[in-house]
């Protein structure tokens, strides 16, 4: 079974930076420790720290719908974090080995 790769892009609402930023380490830490998952990393661009991207790893599909299923992912991504993005954009892959 092919590992999924995720790119999920996130465009932080002016003014709730240090909101947002706050929580991020705490679903990657909470991600990182999920069975499936492989890898999660954070990334804020140069030149703007609005925009953030999560680099995730999962070692089957089954793995990432475990995720998406997660109370943290529920709670800390769909309760907290979405509402303060002005845009969030997430892409799946088939990833090789």
Known sequence: MPQVQVIAR?????????????????LAEASRAEPGNVSFEVFHALGD???VVLLERYDSPRAFAAHRD????KDLVLRRIAP??????????????
Do not use: N
């Not at 996130?10 to 705490?26: C, I, W």
């Not at 303060?84 to 080995?97: F, K």
């Open 10 to 26: 996130y465009t932080v609402s002016e003014g709730h930076e240090d909101e947002v930023f706050a929580l991020l380490p705490v």
């Open 49 to 51: 720290a609005r925009d």
């Open 70 to 73: 997660s109370l943290h992912f």
């Open 84 to 97: 303060l993005l002005v845009s969030r954009v997430v892409t799946t892959y088939e990833a090789g080995e």
